[in-house]
């Protein structure tokens, strides 16, 4: 079984930064893309950013210029830098991975179980 814990979340001032990580563990054979999600109340979840095993980024327009994705493989961890943090960036912040386990020929989508980022004064 394969799980993502997430850490780093908190309350931060407008203009302040976080980073977050998140570490995939159990029997795992492979990760392809790993990203992160957040979710405002009474908004639906809404891509963040992603970032292949190659390197490869994708960022959503609000994160552009703020938030950088990077991963460590030899880790299987991924991490979410914000700066710049805005009072519309409070959310719960979900890790997601595309994860192929040991003795699996086909990768299944695993999330974490989110972390809270507050900005507020």
């Known amino acids: 079984q394969v799980q993502l814990v997430e850490s780093g979340g908190g309350l931060v001032q407008p203009g302040g930064s976080l980073r977050l990580s998140c570490a995939a563990s159990?029997?795992?054979?492979?990760?392809?893309?790993m990203g992160w999600y957040r979710q405002a109340p009474g908004k639906e979840r809404e891509l963040v950013a992603t970032?292949?095993?190659?390197?490869?980024?994708n960022y959503a327009a609000s994160a552009k210029g703020r938030f950088t994705i990077s991963r460590d493989n030899a880790k299987n961890t991924v991490y979410l830098q914000m700066n710049s943090l805005k009072p519309e960036d409070t959310a719960v912040y979900y890790c997601?991975?595309?994860?192929?386990?040991?003795?699996?020929?086909?990768?299944?989508?695993?999330w974490g179980q989110g972390t809270q980022v507050t900005v507020s004064s």
């Open positions: 997601n991975a595309r994860v192929r386990p040991r003795a699996s020929v086909t990768f299944v989508e695993v």
């Open positions: 159990g029997s795992i054979s492979s990760i392809s893309v």
């Open positions: 970032i292949t095993a190659g390197g490869n980024t």
